[in-house]
DNA sequence: GTCTATAGATTGATAGAC
DNA sequence: GTCTATCAATCTATAGAC
């Protein structure tokens, strides 16, 4: 069949991909080089540029490749609750909102065998120096994000624009550290949480930044 | 007087060290390199060796420079904290813990003129993809950590081990980014909230966080 | 303490044979 | 598509004159 040449490369690309992936994880981005990653990938130093042009555009294909999925998802749920919400006639409840978009991120990283290295990297998305790559993370978050600062303020009419935002920013931090710490079994800090399961640190996490999001505002205290 | 050569030393030493605290936040330590540091600091490249040893060295100056005063601080206020409550024979308040903890990060990168570069490093320590630079923010955070994790054990009794530490870390998720945002003017994402003033932003935290540690347990649920 | 000059290693990317 | 060989740039660190 013709699928031979297209399967080799297919193969060879898959296998920089996810190699790039754990090295990327480990030692992130600027510390990892084209030639540790081919060593490790089996592959000849040349083939990465050959298949990827250059170091950006590896960086780039590493991140969209997960983050794709992740974030039609996060769309479809969060468009679900927007149309329940819509039929019934009253606003969307915020632990659904949230877990409507953290989930995701968790549930779809959990194929990849032993440790879950795209949860690491895009733990690391806002911490990110690099303009270029952060940027690369911004534009596929976006959509996503804008659409669940619009539902949550909804479901928090109450809520000053500006204690919203940061709130939902705060989220936002604490999503990332999850992620970090659920990548990875480095401890980060002494008393780092003990191992779980997926589902279990997302209910912690819904459970906890949920009634942090229904706080009383307390801009009356200025 | 004999103070001439220690007032040089001196000042050719705090002109790399802030040169160098502005360039890491902006770029990252390994995207920072001592000819461009000499260059924007208007020192010679050989000085900074001379003066630091190796990067590495001048990398944990600029830590430790601003994270002991802060260190301290924290240490301070949760010491005064649990002796106010063992005096009056009752548990710490979780709002008045997380202000301790969270407050002097803000406070004492306040003076810096200009943009608090010393908060977006700080904010990116969790990050930090070199575990040698991991280590040396986490052998300073440690002590003070391990004191608010106890002294919250007192004031939230009912609360598992595993769930007190998880929100512990989302505290410190949520601290992270919001002194990634504090300290510098770029948008991270679209609705970036809105420029505030420190302790704005450390009672918009405070507020979110508190609740959030509050929050109910949910360990019946599994 | 400050300078010039440079060693010595590593990097991303490419040219050209097969 | 894969290989070897190599270029040109960049980096940290140091030696040695002043």
Redesign the pocket.
Known sequence: MADT??T??????TRILDEAEKLFAQNGF?????????RKAH????????????????VEQVISRRISPIDRQRMANLQAIEETATRQGRPPAIEDLLRAYIEPAFILTETAPGEKWFLVIAGRAFSEPDETIRNVFIRHFEPAFLLLVALMKEALPGLSDAVLRWRLHFVLGALSHAMRLCGSHRLPVASAPPPDTTETVVRHLVAFLATGMDAPDDAEHE
């Open positions: 040449h297209k080799k490369q297919s193969d060879t690309k600027k510390n990892t080089s084209i030639s540790l990653l081919a592959v000849n130093q040349a083939a990465v540029n050959y298949h990827f042009g250059s170091k950006g555009a590896l």
